[in-house]
């Protein structure tokens, strides 16, 4: 057995340098699982950058006796698996997160507020318009919200654009556009909002999974 287990890591670190990640490895020969049913190979991930100290946030390996022991036969059926701590995981990319100030800024690019009552349909007919421009966007969902109450929350959430209207704007079929970085207001046509959003420089969502935390934590 102790041949065959020699054979067995020879031909693992053989893959491990054909996949050019053996210096992602470390052999320990104190490791151990404590669960009977392990047949071969044992491994744990831990981060090493120095900066975390949550032990390992994976773990697994080789167990062929696993399937055989809820089976009839009770045959070996070889098997390689992993479970992942999905809390430390969670927990190290929060605080990686915090120390690059991605909490801080709000995936919400732009915030509709109104002036005076009866305008929530025109508050979604503008976000639907945004969304449809793959711009993140929300509004209050409140009949007749007070403006310094959804001003409060554009600054508490530090969202980058806010849109305010009242009856008088949509007369002349127009809004106006702060841009809370700059402290600057514009007026401008709703035709052209996105336009203008955008100049301004407006997020659009990518298609597809955004991984923007993940490639700014690498």
Known sequence: QANQALIDMKILFDYLDA????????FDMSL?????????VIYEIVLVDGTSQVGSISAGGRYDNL????SVSGAQTPCVGVSIGIERVFAILEKKA????LLQSSVIQVFIASIGPGLITQRMRLANLLWKSNISTEYSHLENPKLVKQLDEVLERKIPFMIVFGEDELQQGVVKLKIMSKHEEITISIDKLVEGL?????????PGIDLSLINAMK
Request: negative net charge.
């Open 98 to 101: 915090e120390e690059l100030k």
């Open 67 to 70: 399937v055989g022991m809820f």
């Open 32 to 40: 151990a699982r404590g669960l009977d049913y392990y047949t071969g």
């Open 198 to 206: 955008l100049e301004h420089g407006c997020l659009q969502l990518s």
């Open 19 to 26: 996949m050019g990640s053996l210096s992602f490895i470390s």
